[in-house]
Nanobody, 123 residues
């Protein structure tokens, strides 16, 4: 099982980025996928996930209305479109394979963590 994040970078406040999570070693449509982030000196937080069944989504209050999670099964890739970025979005972003509980993604990584991708938002 492998999940590799990319797409981070430096962006000004109000700008946009799209993160990609390329997956391999498992059938993407069998699992939920989530995005997490960890800011300097803070705990890792789950910010969004997408279930495989009925494509149900979850967004934390901190990103709701600004971030959009999506999946391209043909490319085995999950995306996180981030719009109207704020300085407080600065963090290392990680994707993870998640269990599905009662048709909904459950924000707990099944496989640990990869390298992540750094997003820096300047004011």
């Amino acid at each position: 099982v492998q999940l590799v994040e990319s797409g981070g970078g430096l962006v000004q406040a109000g700008g946009s980025l799209r993160l990609s999570c390329v997956t391999s070693g498992f059938i993407l449509t069998d699992y939920s996928i989530g995005w997490f982030r960890q800011a300097p000196g803070k705990e890792r937080e789950g910010i969004s996930c997408l279930s495989p069944i009925e494509t149900k989504t979850y967004y934390s209050d901190s990103v709701k209305g600004r971030f959009t999670i999506s999946r391209d099964n043909a490319k085995n890739t999950v995306y996180l479109q981030m719009d109207n970025l704020k300085p407080e979005d600065t963090a290392v972003y990680y994707c993870a394979r998640l269990p599905t509980v009662q048709s909904m993604c459950y924000m707990e990584s099944l496989d640990g963590w990869g390298q992540g991708t750094l997003v820096t938002v300047s004011s």
